[in-house]
């Protein structure tokens, strides 16, 4: 799962990732601007994503 996200949005997105996964979420930049924030029409300047198979702690 991906939310793209502009700076206000950051911690809402990172809310739902950990509350609907339960897994450390992973913040990246966004290169190009073309994107739009899910929760507004800002540009989104990040994507936040789970965790998935990337790293595991424990
Ligand atoms: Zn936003």
């Not at 809402?12 to 979420?25: G, M, Q, R, S």
Request: proline share 3%; aromatic share 6%; with cysteine.
């Amino acid at each position: 799962m991906n939310i793209l996200c502009c700076l206000e949005h950051v911690e809402l997105a990172l809310d739902i990732i950990v509350d609907e996964f339960e897994t450390p979420p992973v913040i990246h930049n966004v290169d190009n601007s073309l994107e739009t924030c899910e929760y507004c029409q800002n540009k989104a300047i990040y994507v936040v994503s789970n965790a998935d198979s990337d790293t595991r702690c424990g």
